[in-house]
């Protein structure tokens, strides 16, 4: 069991050392490229995450899933809904909110879609998935439809960006950098998964 535990944390260490130096290229990145190219970069590291979450499901139980698309919807529209109604403009609540309403609607579908697998699994996803997408067409009064709800720049740690920050500026660091950290916190979380019992059952 040592020499097992030990093999487990040199392999750990050289993946760390491997990837070091792309987290360190990731950090310096915002004052080596223009703001819009950070904006893009923090966009593509958001659906990242939600790749890894459709990488768990797909790569290691085989499931295939059409229904992501909603839980980062529903994640986008609790933002909006807590700006427009609660009049809320902090990025931890903002965090906080999205990930429990995606978690709640996750956790809806997954009474529905357990006991299924294979092509009744997809079917059923993007059933559900399609659900959402009608009901935020078509209650425009609520959700703004296709024109979406606008959201103002929020603060971070209360004390960076609020409505009248410059929101290029808060967009290309304080967020870039937000996104960066949840990025890597989701990383770790998913490789703790896949070495643990239930990873490995999976």
């Not at 904006?39 to 790569?59: K, Q, V």
Request: aromatic share 14%.
């Amino acid at each position: 069991m040592t020499t097992g535990g030990s093999a487990g944390r040199v392999a750990l260490q050289g993946r760390v050392a491997r990837l070091a130096p792309l987290l360190l290229v990731l950090l310096v990145l915002p004052w080596l490229i223009p703001p819009y190219q950070t904006i893009l970069l923090s966009y593509g590291l958001a659906f990242a995450i939600s790749a890894l979450a459709f990488n768990l499901l797909l790569g290691y139980t085989g499931l295939l899933s059409f229904g992501h698309s909603a839980y980062f919807g529903v994640g986008a529209y609790s933002v909006a809904f807590l700006v427009k109604y609660l009049h809320l403009a902090s990025m931890e609540l903002y965090l906080l909110g999205g990930i429990a309403a995606s978690a709640f609607v996750s956790l809806l579908f997954g009474l529905v879609c357990v006991r299924y697998t294979r092509i009744f699994f997809a079917m059923l996803t993007m059933a559900l998935s399609q659900v959402l997408w009608s009901l935020a067409f078509k209650f425009y009064w609520v959700t703004g439809g296709t024109d979406g709800l606008r959201v103002s720049t929020p603060t971070l740690l209360g004390v960076v960006g609020g409505p009248a920050a410059d929101k290029i500026g808060f967009l290309s660091h304080a967020y870039y950098y937000c996104v960066l950290i949840v990025f890597v916190l989701c990383v770790a979380i998913l490789w703790l998964i896949l070495h643990s019992p239930f990873g490995k059952a999976l």
